[in-house]
Nanobody, 121 residues
Framework: QVRLVESGGGLVQAGGSLRLSCAAS????????MGWYRQAPGKQRELVAR???????QYGDSVKGRFTISRDGAWNMAYLQMNSLKPEDTGVYYC???????????????WGQGTQVTVSS
């Protein structure tokens, strides 16, 4: 079992920055990738950024060049640096951890409770 706790959300003006943190505890040795997803009201949850144990980075098209995902080496923490924020970045941001076995996804996935990010125009 892995427990994820997000922090760092809040209200910011357009053009500003926020840094989200995700603290992982439990069987973090099973984690092979971590990511950030977001969900705006009335919309489906979408990928924001993802990082794998091999260092592969994946970003949603709308955040490329503005957001940066990083982690510590032991999968205890993951971060999302968000710059040049736009009102359309508003939503609940969820931390995700993927369980791997033998370098392949094995499940289950774990989710945090989410943190609200609101960008005012």
């Amino acid at each position: 079992q892995v427990r994820l706790v997000e922090s760092g959300g809040g209200l910011v003006q357009a053009g500003g920055s926020l840094r989200l943190s995700c603290a992982a505890s439990g069987t973090t040795s099973s984690i092979g990738a971590m990511g950030w997803y977001r969900q705006a009201p009335g919309k489906q949850r979408e990928l924001v950024a993802r990082i794998t144990s091999g260092g592969y980075l994946q970003y949603g098209d709308s955040v490329k060049g503005r957001f940066t995902i990083s982690r510590d080496g032991a999968w205890n923490m993951a971060y999302l640096q968000m710059n040049s924020l736009k009102p359309e970045d508003t939503g609940v941001y969820y931390c995700n951890a993927e369980s791997y076995s033998d370098y392949e996804w094995s499940g289950p996935d774990y989710w945090g409770q989410g943190t609200q990010v609101t960008v005012s125009s």
